[in-house]
Nanobody
């Protein structure tokens, strides 16, 4: 059974940091491009960062310089290190695995940035 399980969300003050994890099972993880998306209340789901199977990365402008996506193929897990968090980063964060027409989503983890 293919599963993507996000963890690491929570509430943090502005300027703080969080590290999200997305543990996968049932897929050949190393072959998949992995992407973090986020969705704030009342807004569309937006791409945050993506990492290809070969390790190349891309970031949304809002994430550049603050967020880092990485992957550990031995652990079948993708990470999102988020630093200098802002209230506008508040959202549900989802991970996504894509290979050709195969596309899988996790259930999401809530990140709240508030003083």
């Amino acid at each position: 059974q293919r599963q993507l399980v996000e963890s690491g969300g929570g509430e943090v003050q502005p300027g703080g940091s969080l590290r999200l994890s997305c543990a996968t099972s049932g897929i050949t993880f190393s072959r998949y491009a992995m992407t973090w998306y986020r969705q704030a209340p009342g807004k569309q789901r937006d791409l945050v960062a993506t990492i290809a199977s070969g390790g190349s990365t891309n970031y949304a402008e809002s994430a550049k310089g603050r967020f880092t996506i990485s992957r550990d193929n031995a652990k079948n897990t993708v990470y999102l290190q988020m630093n200098s968090l802002k209230p506008e980063d508040t959202a549900v964060y989802y991970c996504n695995a894509k290979l050709g027409l195969s596309l899988y989503w996790g259930q999401g983890t809530q990140v709240t940035v508030s003083s």
